[in-house]
């Protein structure tokens, strides 16, 4: 019979086997950055560096989008019939429940957060959030305005296309279903950049949406700098929609970025609270 672990050893022997992501996720698999340049992935907890990461650029960013528009254009995600994308995406929040105590474990490792919280909070709230857009795919529908007997009016709701999503660091996970969720709910094609300081879980996350069914370059992860790889996708001239969370002063940036490219739409969730002073 296997013993059964107290929690404290059970939790470091997972941590000391769980293998950590460090490669870009585009088109459905693996990739170093085009440069070979990677960036160390360092735990606050006690110092230790997890891996070393791709460190995506303007050049990385461009293969995502690529990938994510060619997935959008020829329908394999957004010509499926709501009902499918429910049940794909609902699988996932199935293997993300599955997973759960090895995303939970990456949250804490990357970001330094008790595991207690990344187990019970943070992995209940990326699976609940995965599970309710998805049930939610098949809700969404169009109107028919009642108009003169001689017309015909439609309001029909439709992809946008390529959403390029930035998020933080302290909810890394929740954070990228907050955004992933309803994204991919409605058929768009997504390239996420998650935050340097936290960019293992996402790229797990990625993994297991392939996993369950949703088809490659629908869901592309980038890690990178702001500096390099945020930049480029706010200006990049084929991303329909950018949606970041963060300072009001990257925020800004975003707006500029969109001006100076294609006028993409910018959904913006800027500021902080609860601010401490710890002495």
Do not use: C
Not at 18 to 28: K, L, Q, S
């Amino acid at each position: 019979m296997t013993a059964v672990l107290p929690d404290r050893e059970r939790w470091s022997a997972l941590a000391r086997s769980i293998e950590v992501p460090a490669r870009a996720w585009i088109d459905g698999g693996w990739r170093d950055s085009r440069d070979g340049a990677t960036f160390a992935a360092v735990s606050p907890r006690d110092g230790a560096t997890l891996a070393q990461v791709a460190r995506g650029d303007a050049a990385d960013i461009d293969d995502a989008v690529v990938a994510a528009r060619r997935a959008f254009e020829d329908e394999r995600w957004s010509g499926l019939a709501p009902a499918e994308r429910k049940a794909t995406m609902v699988r996932w929040a199935e293997l993300i429940d599955d997973r759960a105590d090895e995303l939970a474990t990456l949250v804490s490792l990357e970001m330094g957060k008790p595991i207690a919280d990344s187990r019970r909070i943070e992995l209940r709230a990326t699976r609940n959030t995965i599970a309710w857009f998805g049930e939610a795919a098949d809700k969404v529908v169009d109107e028919l305005p009642r108009v003169a007997s001689d017309a015909v009016a439609m309001v029909t709701r439709e992809p946008l296309g390529v959403v390029g999503a930035v998020v933080p660091w302290n909810f890394p996970l929740t954070m990228a279903a907050w955004k992933l969720g309803p994204a991919l709910a409605t058929g768009n094609s997504v390239v996420l950049k998650p935050a340097e300081q936290s960019p293992v879980s996402a790229l797990r996350l990625a993994e297991l949406a392939t996993e369950a069914g949703i088809p490659d370059g629908v869901v592309n992860v980038v890690p990178g700098p702001g500096e390099k790889a945020g930049q480029a996708l706010g200006r990049h001239p084929d991303v329909d929609v950018v949606t970041f969370t963060g300072s009001t002063e990257v925020g800004r940036l975003f707006l500029r970025y969109a001006a100076d490219s294609n006028v993409k739409q910018v959904w913006l969730e800027l500021g902080g609270k609860t601010p401490l002073i710890v002495l």
